[in-house]
């Protein structure tokens, strides 16, 4: 290229003492400017290549250090000063005071904008190995009830104490008495005061995470599990008993690699390039049903300041993970982790995890099932 490039210049350079006259005329003037520019430009690219590369990867390295200092140093830049909340603190005032402005939607994820109206903040004293959190809507009394029947059941599995806890948010519809009777009965909701919402799962996951970093930090282990769940409590506790399983930065469940974000606009899972500008997540735990080691809820809440809610909750928490600089561990037996409804089968059930099923009623009639004494295979 730079050979041919010199050679078009001599060949130029030679016609230009030819026709001396009419260099000046404003065509040929123009066309000099070029070929000199051409040939700047191919003397860069060929011989001084290397250099040129060096310089321009020295130049990509500091820029992604500049960033990463950035993004973790320096957050009032992407945060209005207006809009910064003090960490860990649930705000006292009203909602008004919450640090929505028009246009910007950073901080609705951020929980310490949000405060419990049901907090049940004692329920945590026995210092559980385990808190089971389900978030679910208000008005889905039948799904809590087949939960307390079943694997929320028992207060103690294997030896560990466990905790079942349903997380709600508000609900225009819901009959505000009837929660605080069942919640008297039961002592295990906990209500936050933003929205209840298909939309807003993240910030229900992200009010969960501050619940237990500030309601139950002692706490070993937490999970997350969806409310239409078949969840074989035994198992997991016998899984995190398993001698070398990480009492910290531990995040397990059906890890999710290199899934390409939905632009899809008709679809439930459609996000918006103005709320999550990469072509595909983290790597992440599907939402059914992840398991944490109870110290990342409050690093989440930390690192969640600064980075912009989008409405998939299990690839949010994977991308808080990535800011952290930490990845998902896939569990000792994946097969344990099932994301589909089939049919029942007793041998089956009785050696996963997690599997989704269709209704309440399923819930009750396989566990009842799955609970009769005798061989399960
Ligand atoms: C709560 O919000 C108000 C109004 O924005 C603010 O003045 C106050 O400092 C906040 N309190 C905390 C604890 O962040
Ligand atoms: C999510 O919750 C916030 C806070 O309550 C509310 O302002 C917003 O409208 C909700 N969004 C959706 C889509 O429900």
Same mark, same amino acid.
């Not at 290229?1 to 001599?10: A, E, G, K, T, V």
């Not at 321009?56 to 993004?71: A, D, G, P, R």
């Not at 983290?282 to 398991?291: A, N, S």
């Given at each position: 290229?730079?050979?041919?490039?010199?050679?078009?210049?001599?060949e130029i350079t030679k016609d230009l003492c030819r026709h001396k006259i009419l260099l000046f005329q404003s065509w040929f003037q123009g066309l000099v400017v070029l070929c000199l520019l051409v040939f700047v430009i191919c003397l860069a690219l060929s011989d001084n290549a290397l250099l040129w590369s060096?310089?321009?990867?020295?130049?990509?390295?500091?820029?992604?250090?500049?960033?990463?200092?950035?993004?973790a140093r320096a957050p009032a830049y992407r945060v209005h000063p207006k809009h910064k909340v003090t960490l860990n603190t649930i705000n006292e005032t009203t909602e008004s005071s919450a640090v929505q402005p028009e246009g910007v939607q950073y901080h609705q994820a951020y929980p310490s904008n949000y405060q419990f109206v049901m907090d049940n903040a004692e329920v945590c004293k026995n210092t559980p190995f385990l808190v089971l959190m389900v978030p679910v809507a208000p008005k889905n009394i039948a799904a809590r009830d087949a939960i307390r029947q079943t694997w929320g059941k028992d207060s103690v599995v294997n030896g560990e104490v466990v905790l079942t806890l349903f997380m709600l948010g508000l609900d225009g519809g819901a009959d505000v008495e009837k929660l605080k009777q069942e919640n008297q009965q039961h002592h295990d909701l906990i209500q936050s005061n933003f929205m209840d919402s298909y939309l807003n799962l993240t910030i229900k996951t992200m009010v969960i995470m501050d619940w237990l970093a500030t309601r139950c930090p002692t706490a070993a282990y937490a999970m997350k599990v969806d409310s239409d769940m078949f969840l074989n409590i035994d198992n997991l506790v016998f899984m995190l008993q398993t001698p070398g399983i990480p009492k910290l930065n531990y995040l397990t469940g059906m890890?999710?690699?290199?899934?390409?974000?939905?632009?899809?606009?008709?679809?439930?899972w459609y996000v918006p390039e103005e709320m999550y500008p990469d072509p595909q997540y983290?790597?992440?735990?599907? #939402?059914? #049903?992840?398991?944490f080691s109870n110290d990342?809820?409050?690093?989440?809440?930390?690192v969640s300041e600064y980075i912009k809610p989008f409405n998939i909750e299990d690839a949010y928490i994977g991308e808080c993970m990535k800011r952290l600089g930490l990845s998902p561990t896939s569990p000792p037996n994946p097969s344990q982790f099932k994301a589909y409804n089939s049919k029942y089968n007793r041998c089956e059930f009785s050696k996963i995890i997690t599997y989704i099923l269709g209704s309440s009623e399923q819930l009750i009639n396989?566990?009842?099932d799955y609970k009769k004494p005798g061989p399960h295979c």
């Open positions: 290229m730079s050979f041919n490039c010199l050679f078009l210049f001599r060096k310089r321009f990867s020295l130049h990509t390295q500091y820029y992604l250090l500049f960033n990463q200092i950035y993004q890890l999710m690699w290199n899934r390409p974000v939905v632009r899809s606009k008709n679809s439930k983290p790597t992440y735990t599907l #939402g059914m #049903g992840y398991i990342l809820p409050a690093k989440f809440v930390e396989y566990w009842t």
